[in-house]
């Protein structure tokens, strides 16, 4: 017999970096998961991903306080800010995209840059083709303030 699914959480963890610290700890603790279990196993299954890259995961926690994790590809706008090469700034170490998207590029990326990016996100987009997933990536470099050339 299946387990009985009581819900479930998505939460923006940061590759081999998860803690008991908030965001994690309150949202774990608050449900009754063992917080513990959720690093160590987050830790180990985000071990392909480069350290400090945002991973969206999603998290079904069952009736008996068990919980299954589901991780996703990093966010288009941390891959392609990560293209142009963009530093991060600021206290919280973030990349920028431009302050005004459109009128000021903050850097630029290739069609082949493109192409990778919407190949590393085909699984999460909502797209039946390689040439659709680039059009979604290119709406959101738009929307950074990225320049795509060539």
Do not use: H, W
């Not at 449900?31 to 690093?39: C, D, H, K, Q, V």
């Not at 302050?99 to 990326?109: D, N, Q, T, Y």
């Amino acid at each position: 017999m299946a387990k009985k699914i009581m819900g479930s959480l998505k939460l923006m963890v940061k590759a081999q970096q998860a803690n008991p610290s908030p965001p994690v700890g309150p949202a774990l603790g608050q449900r009754g998961l063992n917080i513990m279990a959720f690093t160590k196993e987050f830790n180990a299954k985000s071990a392909d991903f480069v350290p400090g890259t945002p991973i969206p995961t999603v998290i079904t926690y069952y009736q008996d306080k068990s919980f299954s994790l589901e991780l996703k590809t990093p966010p288009a706008s941390f891959l392609i800010k990560e293209a142009a090469g963009l530093k991060p700034v600021g206290k919280r170490n973030r990349t920028k995209g431009s302050a005004k998207p459109g009128r000021e590029p903050a850097g630029s990326i290739s069609v082949a840059q493109v192409r990778k990016i919407a190949e590393t996100k085909m699984k999460d987009l909502n797209a039946n083709s390689v040439e659709a997933a680039m059009q979604i990536i290119l709406g959101s470099a738009k929307s950074c303030g990225i320049e795509v050339k060539g």
